[in-house]
């Protein structure tokens, strides 16, 4: 597989996965237009969107946590961004001493849940928690962003992001997103009163908004990351890995 020509930009790479849930107004600010144009059409990024992602409130700090954790100036540092939202070496430097602190200071947490869930995601630091993607999604139960509202298991399906494999592509019109493909997965399912993933099944996924995509070059067997079904960007073998890795160690975590 070959990684896409923007790779190694990490406001770029930070741009793919925040567009869709701005997009469909859930964080950042309204702001969804030019952070797709950046991608699509600029190519590279610069201080102005910088200042775009910055708006994501519960992004924005975990990059700056992570960055701080390894002696990193540049909170969009790729490997910073990558550590977020796919998962790298950078997660383990972060103590839990500043991961307790980041999620009361930063996420307020103290402020949002009540003694008894406050307990039980604290509790999660010493057992290894990381501030991963994942982890907020599994254990942070109502969403963060502009709609503070109860996750549900699609949700957090939708809202994780998601190691999938392209099958084939098919085009149709639907308001203006432009064309569909078919990937195989692994969906989050319930068993036995536990999160996990389940067995891989095939769902539609959107790759363009008005014949603009984020990875103009895609085939099938080609290694993709989902967000809010969309392709955000095509996945080294490596990176993969890595995401399904602390995918299934978030599970496992929140399972205790």
């Not at 999620?103 to 999660?124: A, M, P, S, Y």
């Not at 085009?171 to 064309?179: A, L, M, T, V």
Request: one cysteine or more; a positive charge.
């Amino acid at each position: 597989m070959q990684p896409n020509q923007q790779k190694f930009d990490g406001a770029i790479l930070a741009a793919r996965y925040a567009f869709m849930p701005n997009k469909l107004r859930y964080c950042g600010g309204d702001s969804n237009s030019e952070i797709f144009s950046y991608i699509t059409q600029a190519g590279q990024s610069d201080p102005g969107l910088q200042m775009l992602l910055k708006e994501f409130e519960t992004m924005y700090p975990y990059l700056r946590l992570i960055a701080q954790a390894n002696q990193i100036a540049d909170p969009f540092n790729y490997k910073v961004v990558e550590a977020y939202w796919i998962g790298n070496e950078l997660l383990e430097n972060v103590s839990m001493q500043n991961f307790y602190r980041y999620l009361i200071d930063e996420q307020k947490l103290k402020k949002k849940f009540n003694l008894k869930l406050l307990e039980k995601v604290f509790g999660k630091i010493p057992m290894g928690a990381k501030p991963h993607h994942s982890f907020h999604v599994f254990n942070i139960p109502k969403r963060t962003g502009h709609y503070p509202v109860e996750h549900t298991l699609h949700t957090m399906d939708e809202c994780r992001i998601a190691v999938a494999r392209i099958k084939n592509q098919e085009s149709r019109i639907k308001d203006n997103f432009s064309r569909k493909m078919i990937v195989e997965y692994q969906p989050l399912v319930i068993e036995n009163n536990k999160l996990k993933l389940g067995q891989s099944v095939e769902k539609e996924v959107w790759t363009e908004i008005n014949d603009k995509a984020f990875v103009k070059e895609i085939k099938a067997g080609d290694w993709v990351s989902l967000h809010w079904s969309w392709v955000c960007d095509v996945l080294t073998e490596g990176q993969a890995k890595n995401l399904e890795r602390w995918t299934r160690y978030n599970l496992a975590l929140v399972n205790l």
